[in-house]
């Protein structure tokens, strides 16, 4: 059975963790393939609202279960954290929940040398989340990192004692100060904690469910412009996050992946630091952050805001082989009376309509494409025919730019508030049916 794919196509925060939640009753596993608890998944239903950061976005369906693949790097602390807190909500999760003894683990020294290392970049900082994200996958790619599975072994102490007195030589380099006493109590109550809960060899795993017949959905982190290769270098986060990410962070063949979801909202954001050519500054910005709710659901910074960029948009589409884009938001816009895209560059006086190998602030000028805006409220909407016909025109001019239907739009932060824009059926609130 193929493997679909869901992930972001521009910087993050698009919107993934509720379409997960939408689709998972129709997937028997969600399986997250790269990241870690950089990212804040955010999922609205019943007037309840829920941000996961590690647990696959499918934990809320008692029929699906959810995977943390060998991809993802893992905070113990955060883990336990998120498992406690959704328990306490009356979810399951130790039932449905997975976890691959190959995934690395996050120790308390990785998140000081991630502010460590942020500090020493001074005014070219990544704005990190400091979650430990880049030493951690720096550790996996040096061949020095702790797994989970290491914590089955009996030399766990000794192979731990080792990362941690290598990291503290760096940190005693880059003379930075620090008491892990607290960060240290937490991080071994959290590993008996990971302990209890259930350790797999994931690729066998997922390799059974495959030839069982079960659908599988690889739930990705981040966005494609955050990708360590084919984002915007060096801001951007430590891991694969397109496509190609769920092959080698689930141990899946790029042969079976099936549909690729690729998510995007009507507009941009970005969270931290790095070029953003679209980017609307002074209150038109800020105009776009209220209505839109602009705040990190991890770290709480507000996000720079802008219009949607094409031609990064038909990159990510590209890099990841979409099948089906869904659009998110379309309800922020209605504040607007007129929308814009940037739809190509102007790039050392020439007019470009792909992505430039840099994409530094200051050289890249957009050239915009104006639309009317629908200018009323679409939260109710529910079914493709109820859909203004200035957002219609959005929708088709994107699709036929692009060259990918837009299968699915997101009027809300709600579950429910999810349509299919070429059937004319309504949601389940539920759920999708495919
Ligand atoms: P993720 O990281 O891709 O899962 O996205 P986040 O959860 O970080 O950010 C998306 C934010 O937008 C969350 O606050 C969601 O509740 C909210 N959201 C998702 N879809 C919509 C939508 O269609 N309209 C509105 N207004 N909010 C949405
Ligand atoms: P989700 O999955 C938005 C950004 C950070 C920073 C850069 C590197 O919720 O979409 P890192 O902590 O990885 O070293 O940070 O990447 N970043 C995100 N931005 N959404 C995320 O995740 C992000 N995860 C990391 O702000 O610019
Ligand atoms: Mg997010």
Aim: aromatic share 8%; charged share 25%.
């Amino acid at each position: 059975m193929a493997v679909d794919v869901l992930l972001g196509l521009q910087w993050g925060d698009e919107g993934k963790g509720k379409i997960v939640d939408v689709f998972a009753p129709k997937y028997d596993i969600v399986a997250r393939f790269q990241g870690g608890p950089n990212a804040g998944h955010t999922i609205v239903f019943d007037g309840k609202k829920f941000v996961l950061h590690l647990i696959p976005s499918g934990i809320f369906h008692p029929n699906t279960a959810c995977l943390i693949g060998n991809g993802v790097v893992i905070d113990p602390v955060t883990l336990k954290k998120e498992v406690e807190t959704l328990i306490k909500a009356g979810i399951p999760v130790r039932e449905h929940l997975l976890i691959s003894r190959k995934a690395h683990l996050i120790l308390p020294t990785h998140k000081l040398l991630d502010a460590a290392r942020e500090e020493r970049r001074g005014e070219q900082k990544i704005g990190s989340t400091l979650r430990g994200i880049g030493p951690t996958y720096s550790d996996k790619i040096g061949r020095a990192g702790i797994r989970v599975g290491d914590i089955e072994l009996s030399d766990f102490q000794e192979r731990y004692a080792g990362a941690v007195n290598g990291h503290k030589e760096f940190l005693d380099m880059y003379g930075y100060q620090y008491d892990l006493t607290t960060w240290q109590a937490e991080f071994d109550d959290a590993i008996e904690f990971l302990r209890s809960l259930k350790l797999v060899d994931s690729e066998h795993y997922l390799h059974e469910a495959q030839e069982a017949g079960k659908k599988i959905l690889a739930e990705g982190a981040q966005g494609t412009l955050l990708d360590i290769d084919f984002g915007s270098y060096p801001f951007v986060t430590s891991s694969t996050t397109t496509t190609a990410g769920a092959c080698t962070g689930l141990g899946i063949a790029p042969g079976s992946i099936g549909r690729v979801f690729g998510i995007f909202k009507a507009y941009c954001t970005r969270v931290g630091s790095g070029p953003f050519p679209t980017e609307l500054h002074g209150e038109e910005g800020d105009e776009l952050r209220r209505a839109g709710g602009e705040f990190g659901a991890t770290t709480g910074r507000p996000r720079r805001t802008g219009w949607l960029d094409l031609p990064a948009l038909k990159y990510a589409v590209r890099i990841n082989g979409v099948t089906d884009l869904i659009m998110m938001k379309a309800d922020v816009l209605q504040i607007r009376s007129e929308i814009k895209v940037g739809e190509a560059y102007r790039h050392q006086g020439q007019l470009r309509y792909d992505l430039p190998y840099s994409l530094e602030d200051g050289q890249l000028e957009p050239v915009w494409r104006s639309f009317p805006g629908w200018e009323e409220d679409i939260t109710g909407v529910r079914r493709a025919s109820e859909v203004p016909h200035a957002l219609r025109e959005y929708v088709n001019w994107l699709e036929q730019e692009i060259g990918v239907p837009i299968t699915y739009l997101s009027v809300g932060p709600d579950r429910a508030q999810t349509l299919e824009m070429h059937s004319n059926e309504a949601v389940s609130p539920r759920g999708f049916d495919f």
